[in-house]
């Protein structure tokens, strides 16, 4: 797999609008999925494979306005975009939609593909294309595997491979992977694997941060076709995280086993050009405690299912217009349960039926329309309809005892009340773009977006503490109970890009600022039932918190840049790139939402002289004073990180790369790590921050052949 440069595309849709490529082949233009013109404005290009040492995909658009990771495991971040993340963001992988099958969202979608296997991403936030996806708020962001490889000659075989190893001192982290391929000129045959695994890491004041140490193999069989203007690709694949700690939830991942198929084909025609997919993914997944680090005994167990499928057929209206129609259908199955503890009065004798059967069907139907108006002026229109069918079956509580009396009551009340829904969405949107002249593009985008309740926001239903705090995806150390007349989330989105560009080269510079306004009727948040103490300690506070529709407003503004500073003979090119986001989020009826990241900017140096690539990069990050309350989330002092990278490359094989981040070992808390749950079990106290990474010296490879 070649894993070029990371190409960052600053998307202007929606004027919060993002995408970020990072390509391992030339893909043939059959391969990739037709773009909208009215949605690429600007492109900048971000250090080449950077060796962070660690398997979290999520991490990879971490130079994206507007864009942050919610942390998790060491694998399992949660991506979210201009506050608006997990479920509020439709994840797409070769095709497939992956939902989360554990009530804490441990295998999230992105956990499901290596760094080292990603071919292409894709971000559209705020006002993406009904084409894009539905069933979210926030955006989609699209995946794509390394495409297969062909023979540019009939007759003649073409094979080819690469080999790539990162490093990282802090936890004592690697990352491998492989992948290598032959191919004719109309068949291809390719594998790859991926090897991540890291140690607990150091914060920087040198002390351990427990349970944060992983495991992840990836593997996947790549056969593609070719032929008379079609393509067709096909994968079969397998992931084993064998463990991963989770040092803000109260559980860890023991095991967690996918496998998948899918089937992508793309063709062109005289009428216009078809995409087509097809993909089936089961998930098991098992939580308990693993590691010396953490001990307990609890054992819960997750199967999940995804089937589905998507057509979609791109017309062309002559020169001026495009016309999209598709229909896509997702299926998802699970069942959550939590076997009985051998001795124990609490957990026993029942297993624990936490999901029977939970069903989640997503039927769709879309169309938009892309038209030029002369030479300044291109419009983006499109409608989706969505029917979400969503259904579970009985349950039980662990005993109907005195000590689980509150679960044994909320089963009654469950097990006899209408299960059976369905929501019917309706999303708009609309866009407009006006280049103004060769160096300024201005774009307005509007739409209306929906989004229906999860399983488990609909359906949890244990009220006793210890069942509560088993749904949190969220990282903060409450307890979530669901609500089965949950009503449909309903964003509506405003919002304007400003784009300054010129230059070419060397010599390329552009200006970008994205302010955004986003309304949410019946936003999914939460009402507070009842308050307990964490690990049962006095110092610690949570909440015991229920599901419920709330309005809120999200606004604020991305800012990105890059302008060169001078070329020199002996220095090389010198230039200065950046980006600043603020994002608010708060109730309407008085309140904060929940994982909104403060002000922050990224700063960046860089130098190019010859086959070196340097970089001096900054984080900023502003104090994180404004806190939901109902979640006692965590203030975050303010903090600045000094990294350090640079790259080598060595004829067109062998590229070496190395890098320092956090320099000077400052100690912090990430506003979006949540509670450090791990740590109060070890030593009692109060809560506090999940601290962030310490120094950490990095080294990579890659060898292709």
Request: proline letters at 3%.
């Amino acid at each position: 797999m070649k894993f070029s440069a990371p190409r960052l595309f600053l998307v202007a849709a929606a004027g919060v609008s993002l995408a970020t490529s990072a390509y391992a082949e030339s893909e043939s233009d059959l391969h990739q999925e037709p773009r909208l013109k009215v949605l690429v404005s600007a492109m900048a290009e971000g250090l080449q494979s950077r060796p962070a040492g660690g398997g979290d995909t999520s991490q990879l658009l971490n130079s994206v306005a507007g864009y942050s990771v919610a942390q998790g495991g060491g694998v399992s971040g949660l991506p979210f975009v201009n506050g608006l993340g997990d479920d509020r963001l439709k994840v797409r992988i070769d095709g497939m939609e992956i939902t989360s099958a554990c009530a804490n969202h441990m295998n999230a979608p992105l956990s499901y593909i290596d760094p080292t296997q990603v071919g292409h991403i894709d971000v559209l936030a705020g006002v993406p294309p009904v084409s894009a996806g539905g069933d979210s708020i926030g955006g989609t962001i699209t995946v794509r595997s390394a495409a297969p490889l062909f023979s540019d000659t009939a007759g003649v075989l073409r094979s080819s491979g690469k080999l790539n190893f990162s490093g990282r001192s802090n936890g004592n982290a690697i990352n491998s992977g492989v992948s290598a391929s032959i191919a004719s000129d109309t068949l291809s045959l390719g594998y790859n694997a991926a090897y991540a695994r890291g140690h607990s890491y150091e914060d920087g004041r040198g002390q351990k941060v427990l349970v944060s140490l992983y495991e992840s193999i990836n593997q996947a069989v790549l056969l593609g076709w070719r032929g008379d203007g079609q393509q067709l690709t096909l994968r079969l694949g397998t992931q084993h995280i064998p463990y991963q700690g989770f040092p803000n939830q109260y559980m860890d991942m023991t095991d967690n086993t996918g496998r998948f198929g899918n089937a992508n084909y793309h063709g062109k025609f005289g009428w216009g050009e078809l995409d087509a997919s097809a993909y089936w993914e089961r998930t098991n997944h098992d939580m308990g405690f693993f590691s010396p680090e953490r001990q307990g005994m609890m054992p819960m167990v997750t199967q999940g299912r995804n089937t589905g499928y998507s057509v979609k057929a791109s017309l062309p209206q002559g020169d001026a217009a495009l016309l999209r129609f598709g229909q896509e259908y997702h299926v998802f199955r699970l069942n959550d349960y939590w076997p009985a503890v051998a001795g124990s009065m609490m957990m026993g004798p029942q297993t624990y039926v936490n999901i029977n059967d939970g069903q989640r069907d997503r039927l769709a139907l879309f169309g938009e329309a892309e038209t030029r108006h002369g030479t300044q002026w291109t419009s983006l229109l499109g409608a989706r309809w969505e029917s979400v069918r969503m259904n579970t079956g009985t349950v039980q509580p662990y005993a109907n005892n005195m000590m689980n009396a509150k679960d044994a009551a909320a089963a009654k009340i469950f097990n006899a009340s209408e299960r059976r829904t369905r929501d019917n969405n309706y999303d708009l949107t609309a866009l407009a773009r006006f280049d103004a002249d060769s160096s300024s593009t201005y774009e307005l985008a509007a739409a209306r977006k929906n989004r229906s309740p999860n399983l488990y926001e609909r359906y949890s239903w244990g009220r006793g503490n210890m069942a509560m705090t088993m749904t949190n995806w969220f990282g903060d150390g409450n307890g979530y109970v669901g609500k089965l007349d949950l009503r449909a989330e309903t964003a509506y989105t405003l919002a304007l890009t400003a784009h300054w560009h010129g230059g070419s080269g060397a010599q390329a510079w552009f200006v970008k600022l994205n302010p955004y306004f986003n309304r949410v009727q019946d936003y999914i948040d939460v009402d507070v039932l009842g308050q307990f103490n964490p690990y049962m300690q006095m110092g610690a506070k949570g909440a015991l918190l229920q599901f419920a529709n709330h309005n809120a407003k999200l606004y604020g503004a991305n800012l990105s840049w890059q302008v060169p500073l001078t070329q020199h003979a002996s220095l090389g090119a010198l230039s200065f790139s950046g980006t600043a986001a603020y994002t608010r989020g708060q109730r309407t009826d008085g309140g904060d939402l929940y994982h909104i990241m403060p002000l922050n900017t990224l700063l960046t140096l860089e130098q190019r002289s010859g086959s070196w690539t340097n970089q001096l990069e900054a984080k900023l990050v502003s104090r994180k004073d404004q806190l939901d309350e109902r979640r006692y989330e965590s203030a975050t002092a303010g903090y600045a990180l000094l990294n350090l990278h640079t790259r080598y490359q060595l004829g067109k094989q062998l590229q070496l790369s190395a890098g320092i981040s956090n320099l000077l070992d400052k100690a912090y808390a990430d506003p979006l790590g949540g509670v450090y749950l791990a740590g109060l079990r070890a030593t009692g106290g109060s809560l506090r921050a999940l601290p962030g990474m310490g120094r950490s010296v990095e080294a990579g490879l890659s060898y292709s052949f």
